[in-house]
């Protein structure tokens, strides 16, 4: 869902036992991702969503991510951290122009 309709819906749904911004939720599963649809968008690390990092995160690099959890925010070295359903931990950096490199927490590969 756009910003704009989840503007309108919660904004219709105010007054109701409806938790509106459930409507809105970020996606977070692999299987959510604009890229199930559409692999050729799986090229870029910019506007990930949880979905599209689980994505990565499964198909790109075959970690068990089906789900993201939770979200870090870009520390200083230029990543942030991941927690999956299955309770792993992964940094995710993100590259210009590319698809985001995904590594365990310790930053190596298994």
């Not at 689980?54 to 790109?60: E, L, M, P, S």
């Not at 991510?65 to 951290?81: A, K, L, P, Q, T």
Request: hydrophobic content about 35%.
């Amino acid at each position: 869902m756009n910003l704009r309709f989840c503007l309108i819906v919660t904004g219709a749904f105010f007054y109701t036992l409806v938790p509106a911004m459930a409507l809105c939720a970020e996606p977070t599963k692999a299987s959510q991702s604009a890229y199930v649809k559409d692999m050729r968008k799986a090229t870029t690390s910019k506007d990930l969503t949880k979905a599209d990092i689980a994505w990565h995160a499964v198909n790109t690099y075959g970690w068990d991510c089906e789900e993201v959890w939770s979200r870090g925010e870009v520390n200083s070295d230029g990543y942030f951290f991941i927690t999956c359903s299955s309770g792993k931990i992964l940094r995710v950096y993100p590259r210009p122009g590319q698809h985001p490199k995904i590594t365990a927490s310790d930053g190596s590969y298994k």
